[in-house]
């Protein structure tokens, strides 16, 4: 799990943002799996301070953009 101000990635619609700050699946699995989650500090208008939580990974890829990716990469 990573920090808050260090997160794997960020993704953002409008006012809303996603801070990933851990994945529970490789993304091989993710794609098979239509329950798959993202713990994320979420931000919107009505917590501007953020809340903590799972999110399924299929509601935020459809509907934000990635801004940041830090996601270690395999060798």
Do not use: H
Not at 22 to 37: D, I
């Amino acid at each position: 799990m990573r920090p808050v101000d260090k997160p794997y990635e960020v993704w953002r619609a409008g006012e809303w943002t996603w801070k990933v700050l851990k994945k529970y699946q490789t993304p091989e699995k993710e794609l098979r799996n239509p329950f798959a989650r993202w713990f994320c500090l979420v931000i919107t208008p009505f917590m501007p301070n953020g809340e903590l939580g799972d999110v399924y990974v299929k509601d935020i890829v459809r509907s934000a953009v990635k801004e940041l990716d830090d996601t270690p990469k395999s060798a």
